[in-house]
């Protein structure tokens, strides 16, 4: 039996909607109030309709701060390390369709943690501040992840030989979205992701 090979914007819709049936699931359990339905903003989901966010909630939290840390390491970080690892290792690659692929699944990735990290019983609520630079953060990045993954794939009138460029651009951007995620972990003493170093683009492309 052969494999089919999805183009990458079919993947990355695949696991769109495979995250966002984690997130659902998650706010629907353990509380009436959180319907499995989202809002967003600048193209960063935030806010669960109907339910309870952060928003006026600083401090106010129910478990543990080791409970939260647990949450944290299990639930986002740990899983988030290996994803930027993966998009890490596809960028010093040289390879577009591999670049492509991580840059979809991270993109995915960032902007649903964004949203999880404004629901008050999974990981604790805290400065609103740190959270606002966070979701900034996380919106540049993730921007510029997509349009990384439409070169990649020749896809939403661009082309692969804009993929040089845009990691070049994306490189500072992944640094301070992930300064910003351990700052907002600082605050509970949730698990630090280790900063990525700048790295210089591979000599040669297989487009």
Request: aromatic share 6%; net charge neutral; with cysteine.
């Amino acid at each position: 039996m052969t494999a089919v090979s999805l183009p990458t914007h079919t993947r990355r819709a695949a696991a769109g909607f495979a995250v966002l049936g984690v997130a659902m699931a998650l706010t629907a359990c353990g509380s009436s109030r959180t319907p499995a339905s989202s809002s967003s903003s600048a193209g960063v989901v935030t806010t669960i309709a109907g339910g309870d966010t952060c928003l006026g909630r600083a401090g106010k939290n129910e478990a543990s701060p080791d409970f939260y840390r647990q949450q944290y390491a299990d639930g986002l970080a740990n899983p988030l390390e290996e994803r930027l690892k993966t998009y890490g290792a596809a960028a010093s690659s040289g390879d577009s369709r591999r670049i492509g692929d991580a840059a979809a699944a991270l993109d995915t990735d960032v902007r649903a943690d964004a949203r999880l990290l404004n629901v008050p019983r999974l990981y604790g609520c805290y400065d609103q501040a740190v959270l606002t630079r966070l979701q900034n953060a996380t919106e540049t990045f993730a921007t510029t992840l997509d349009a990384l993954s439409c070169a990649a794939a020749g896809m939403c009138s661009r082309k692969q030989t804009e993929v040089p460029r845009l990691l070049v651009q994306a490189g500072p951007q992944e640094r301070t979205y992930v300064e910003a995620l351990d700052a907002y972990a600082d605050q509970f003493g949730g698990e630090q992701l280790p900063v990525p170093r700048a790295s210089a683009l591979p000599r040669a492309w297989r487009v």
